[in-house]
């Protein structure tokens, strides 16, 4: 059993900072990846960063620059820091991660989500 929990999320003024944290924990053997998504009232979930194993990562167009994600290995722990924030950054923001949890068998977990709010 793997669980991943978010945390972090909030309401902000625009141009403001948040930054949100996803603990994976349970049976984990290694991480594959792990990315953030969002998901906007009537609007499909997207992805928001991705950050692999090895360190590489992958933004969305919409938030680079602004999002910089990052992780510690050692705590299966990951972060984004939000930087910029725009009214249109306002979601439900949600951690996946790909985990061994077996020595051969992976699968994809999901968080609960956070809300993140940009409103003046």
């Known amino acids: 059993q793997v669980q991943l929990v978010e945390s972090g999320g909030g309401l902000v003024q625009p141009g403001g900072s948040l930054r949100l944290s996803c603990a994976a924990s349970?049976?984990?053997?290694?991480?594959?990846?792990m990315g953030w998504y969002r998901q906007a009232p009537g609007k499909e979930r997207e992805l928001v960063a991705t950050?692999?194993?090895?360190?590489?990562?992958a933004y969305a167009d919409s938030v680079k620059g602004r999002f910089t994600i990052s992780r510690d290995n050692a705590a299966n722990t990951m972060y984004v820091q939000m930087n910029s924030l725009k009214p249109e950054d306002t979601a439900v923001y949600y951690c996946n991660a790909r985990i061994y949890y077996q020595k051969y068998a992976t699968n994809s977990y999901w968080g609960q989500g956070t809300q993140v709010t940009v409103s003046s």
């Open positions: 349970g049976s984990i053997i290694s991480i594959v990846y």
């Open positions: 950050i692999f194993s090895n360190g590489a990562t």
